[in-house]
């Protein structure tokens, strides 16, 4: 089964859910502000998906900003990256796919498609 980690109020996840909807495939969706991914599954994720551990933020967010991780990150730990990221799901990219095979991060239909 497909997990999607959305916020309600994000046009970029609307868009995704629909795009899930239109093509007839399941998922199980779960709210990222209140039931985001913990550091086990973060770690377990960043693993599966090849990606920097960087490409897991929420760079566009609110609260990105507000705590100025553009400038922190670069002198941040692995472990202090994945329990940042653990605290609050609004810092997490999102939409966040999770397959049995891929991790997607953000809303790129040609990569979707692709995948699913």
């Given at each position: 089964?497909?997990?999607?980690?959305?916020?309600?109020?994000?046009?970029?996840?609307?868009?995704?859910?629909?795009w899930l909807d239109d093509n007839k495939i399941e998922y199980k969706l779960f709210d990222i502000k209140e039931d985001h991914p913990d550091e086990k599954l973060l770690r377990k994720l960043y693993k599966k998906s090849g990606l920097p551990l960087r490409k897991f933020f929420n760079t566009s967010g609110q609260?990105?900003?507000?705590?100025?991780?553009?400038?922190?990150?670069?002198?941040?730990?692995?472990?202090?990256?994945f329990k940042l990221l653990a605290s609050d799901g609004m810092l997490v990219k999102r939409p966040l796919l999770i397959s049995d095979d891929n991790v997607l991060l953000g809303f790129k239909e040609d990569e979707w498609k692709k995948i699913l």
């Amino acid at each position: 089964m497909i997990k999607v980690y959305c916020y309600s109020k994000c046009t970029t996840c609307k868009k995704a859910i629909k795009w899930l909807d239109d093509n007839k495939i399941e998922y199980k969706l779960f709210d990222i502000k209140e039931d985001h991914p913990d550091e086990k599954l973060l770690r377990k994720l960043y693993k599966k998906s090849g990606l920097p551990l960087r490409k897991f933020f929420n760079t566009s967010g609110q609260l990105y900003r507000e705590l100025e991780l553009s400038k922190k990150l670069p002198d941040m730990s692995e472990d202090e990256m994945f329990k940042l990221l653990a605290s609050d799901g609004m810092l997490v990219k999102r939409p966040l796919l999770i397959s049995d095979d891929n991790v997607l991060l953000g809303f790129k239909e040609d990569e979707w498609k692709k995948i699913l």
